[in-house]
């Protein structure tokens, strides 16, 4: 979208024929389509800037550690890996290697957030008090307009150490309020159930959360709640003001102050961050949304890659790699076991900045 990269080659499904139709698709060249992605590491050595990982979160370890093996830049999707041990080996493997790793978080690109993220850190909400954080969807309890239940992806239908929905939803929550408010975990408490069609996974997460310098949450994430689509909403109050955005309608932060007074904002406002010309491939009222926010975080990456390239390292304050994963993954395991013990559970480890990623914790 902002002609920062080119698609040239990819191994796009196990399927042979939906592979070359979909690089047909893509407008990838026939010479550069593999049937394994292990012959597209070996045949595109030295030739592409980046590998992104889009594959089922499951064997998403694997790629990644023979990427950066092998030398690649990588771009790897939500949730970078199943659990905190195979991130562990990630973040040694590239230190070791000196590689680059970022893990996508789109939410975070839409320029509202952005914004609200600027007024936080100069200090328009005053001290961080408290937040709420959800994320409720309905796909595993609606029907379609004949009365079919959903057929989602078999990987999604079983959950190991960490139920499945952690690592779809929990780990965007976790990423925007650390993005948000610079605040990390302590301890929580969490409940958990199956409420939809297919109860032999976990589909109904509640947290309630304690942050560094006493700030409070509470989590919610679902996808047994009907009525929401995607209903990604965050609150986040202040002594001075409190904010709330609302993912279905992104162009809009809802400001309320101490005095009373009540503020929309939208990028034709008043604002510092969403009205800069990145953010405004077309004029406010043509609203942007999730795509262009994926487009913004890619443009982050391919600065952050630039950076790398130069110095062998980099620094980003929108981007995010093995770090921010890893402490995602320590929290949802803590949630897991808190459900288990039916008590607080500490959010085990501190992570430390290494320097090459735009985050340490």
């Not at 594959?55 to 790629?63: R, V």
């Not at 976790?174 to 069609?197: F, R, T």
């Not at 406002?269 to 004029?283: D, G, H, L, P, T």
């Amino acid at each position: 979208m902002d002609n920062q990269w080119t698609l040239d080659a990819g191994c796009f499904s196990v399927d042979a024929q939906r592979n070359r139709e979909t690089a047909q698709a893509y407008g990838v060249s026939p010479d550069h389509v593999y049937d394994h992605w292990q012959d597209m590491l070996r045949e595109e050595k030295g030739r592409l800037d980046a590998i992104v990982i889009l594959t089922p979160t499951p064997s998403h370890y694997e790629m990644v550690i023979a990427c950066l093996n092998e030398g690649f830049p990588v771009i790897c999707e939500k949730a970078l890996v199943t659990n905190s041990a195979e991130a562990e080996k990630i973040l040694k493997v590239r230190n070791s290697k000196n590689g680059f790793l970022a893990v996508t978080y789109n939410y975070s690109g839409y320029p509202m957030v952005r914004e609200l993220r600027n007024m936080i850190q100069k200090g328009t909400l005053g001290k961080i008090l408290h937040f709420q954080a959800e994320m409720p969807q309905e796909g595993y309890i609606r029907v379609d307009a004949n009365g079919n239940k959903p057929v989602p992806q078999s990987w999604r239908l079983s959950d190991g150490q960490v139920p499945t929905i952690h690592l779809d939803l929990a780990v965007h929550l976790h990423q925007l309020i650390d993005y948000l408010i610079g605040q990390k975990p302590i301890e929580v408490v969490s409940a958990q159930g199956s409420y939809g069609w297919f109860s032999e996974v976990i589909d109904n997460v509640t947290c309630l959360c304690r942050y560094s310098e006493g700030v409070q949450g509470q989590m919610w994430f679902s996808k047994s709640a009907l009525g929401h689509r995607n209903g990604l909403r965050l609150r986040i109050y202040g002594s001075k003001c409190s904010a709330e955005w609302y993912q279905a309608c992104p162009e809009e932060l809802v400001l309320s102050y101490s005095d009373g007074r009540r503020e929309i904002m939208d990028r034709a406002s008043s604002v510092e961050v969403a009205n800069m010309r990145r953010y405004n491939r077309f004029k406010a009222g043509h609203p942007a949304g999730f795509i262009e926010a994926f487009a913004n975080l890619y443009s982050d990456i391919a600065d952050c890659l630039r950076q790398y390239r130069a110095t062998g390292q980099w620094k980003s304050e929108e981007v995010f790699g093995t770090e921010l994963a890893l402490g995602g993954l320590r929290l949802i395991e803590a949630m897991t076991k808190s459900t288990d013990t039916k008590a607080w559970q500490a959010v085990c480890g501190q992570i430390q900045d290494s320097g090459l990623d735009g985050e340490g914790l």
